[in-house]
């Protein structure tokens, strides 16, 4: 297994032909560009945490029926400093590092003293996010980096708190019919209080884009969320959207912020100071981007850890949001490095299954409905919401799919009814590899007399879809499907082709 997780990765500087085995059809033009963790040891040093990898940039450049690959590693702050000093000396998530052991005691304590208050890594591992005309390599930080997708060189650094006041923000924004970015953070302990802050990137500024300006110095805060603990605010990796609405999950995976405040001189990681509280519960939050306020209604449900958000749309007076949950945070605590290499069955065995998880929450004021009754009156849906007291709804999902993660849809869908969602299925086993095949799921129309009455969810096997696999420093994808974090969508009667890069 050390071999999958631990080994550092090799840079393909320039562009390399990949081998085609089949045909790629004359649609396919352009460039795909991927980011994800690819060095976990410097100099004597080791990553804890498989997220704690220093990030490597993939693009994949698709013409004329041919793939060239490269790959670069993203030159940030981090990567600098640590491959300068031969060790890891910018602290990650799970991985915290200290002061050189030779530095004297006051040295010692301004670095002890300067982390009460931490000044996030811009290690950016997880995404590309895409803003006016620049692209930009993100993480969970307050920091971006732009980069150029040709060369794959790392340009500037941007820090969030210039624009909005967010210590961390999610790596999945959503994009709205304008090419507008909206993104979400969590502002802490700011003027005494702690709140989750939408924001919005314009696409384009015409008075700027004359002078080469970035949209992102015209950021606005949409809206706030008053966090519901002052000292433990939720953690989340995405969020919900439609047209009209936004969702937001506070679920009771919390960051202990006293705690994260003296990780470094307890000798601990901020990882830590995560924690899940099973007698907590999950509190929804729908965001009407009209009003650009929070819903009064106080929605709920059962304690649960999303990460990622699969797709919403609203139906009769309902919003209905599908999401893959997870019964604890038991997954996070598998990717770490020791967890990886040794007793892997073990621990796969005791991490919760994801769970494809569809949502309905009403949008409308039931103020004469009895106490217990279902607000939910759609057919095509077993999701519940029960009224209760004192203006609350209990909401219960319908369970459509057990084993699958990384969703993708079709992005021209986002915010609407949809029919397919692309996915790894998550069937865990001694060896990682194996547990990663395409999932392919679509909503069938249960059919009573001539009107659907509820959508079944159904998988494609691997011998319909074909299988995609991904392996470090090999990478295998269709022109149907790509599996990694993001997956690419296919058109229709689209035929697969596999393409190895080196």
Not at 231 to 253: A, D, K, M, R, V
Not at 414 to 425: L, S
């Amino acid at each position: 297994m050390d071999v999958g997780f631990g080994r550092n990765k090799k840079e393909q500087l320039e562009p390399v032909r990949a081998r085609v085995t089949g045909k790629i059809p004359t649609w396919l033009q352009g460039m795909l560009l991927r980011n994800g963790p690819g060095m976990h040891t410097v100099g004597e040093t080791r990553y804890n945490h498989w997220f704690d990898g220093l990030a490597l940039l993939h693009s994949f450049t698709i013409r004329d029926g041919e793939v060239y690959y490269r790959s670069k590693y993203l030159r940030s702050d981090t990567y600098n400093a640590n491959v300068e000093a031969n060790r890891i000396v910018v602290s990650e998530f799970g991985t915290m590092a200290y002061p050189d052991p030779c530095k004297n005691i006051f040295s010692k304590a301004f670095s002890y003293l300067s982390h009460t208050i931490p000044d996030f890594t811009d290690n950016c591992l997880i995404n590309i996010m895409k803003c006016g005309e620049d692209f930009y390599a993100t993480t969970e930080t307050n920091y971006i980096r732009k980069i150029n997708p040709q060369t794959l060189e790392t340009l500037e650094k941007v820090d969030y708190r210039k624009y909005v006041a967010v210590n961390v923000a999610t790596s999945h924004p959503h994009y709205d019919a304008a090419g507008n970015v909206l993104n979400m953070g969590t502002s802490i302990v700011d003027k005494g209080k702690t709140k989750y802050v939408i924001f919005k990137i314009p696409a384009t500024v015409p008075e700027d884009r004359k002078k080469g300006k970035s949209p992102l110095k015209h950021t606005e805060v949409f809206c706030s969320i008053p966090s519901r603990s002052l000292l433990s605010p939720s953690y989340y990796h995405s969020f919900g959207f439609t047209e009209n609405y936004i969702i937001f999950l506070e679920q009771p995976f919390k960051l202990d912020i006293l705690k994260m405040a003296t990780a470094y001189i307890r000798g601990v990681t901020w990882a830590s100071c995560l924690a899940f509280h099973r007698e907590d519960k999950t509190y929804i939050h729908i965001v009407d981007q009209r009003t650009r306020k929070p819903m009064p209604t106080k929605f709920y449900t059962d304690p649960m850890v999303v990460f990622h958000h699969v797709n919403a749309y609203e139906e009769d007076g309902c919003l209905l949001f599908d999401v893959v949950a997870y019964e604890d945070s038991s997954l996070y605590q598998l990717f770490y490095l020791a967890n990886l290499n040794q007793d892997l069955e073990e621990h796969s065995r005791l991490t919760s299954v994801p769970v494809l998880r569809r949502f309905a929450v009403p949008l409308l004021a039931a103020q004469d409905a009895e106490v217990g009754s279902n607000l939910i009156k759609l057919t095509s849906t077993t999701a519940r919401a029960l009224k209760e007291k004192d203006n609350q709804v209990y909401c219960q999902p319908e369970l459509l799919y057990e084993g699958l993660e990384l969703p993708r849809i079709n992005y021209a869908h986002n915010g609407k009814r949809y029919r397919y969602v692309f996915a790894a299925e998550v069937q865990w086993s001694p060896i990682p590899t194996k547990r990663q095949s395409c999932a392919t799921m679509w909503w069938t129309p249960r059919i009573k007399g001539n009107r659907p009455t509820q959508c079944l969810p159904s998988r494609i096997s691997p011998s319909q879809a074909e299988r995609v696999e991904l392996k470090l420093g090999r990478l295998i994808f269709f022109v149907k499907i790509l599996f990694v974090e993001h997956l690419l969508y296919p058109r229709d009667n689209a035929k697969c082709c596999a393409v190895t890069c080196p």
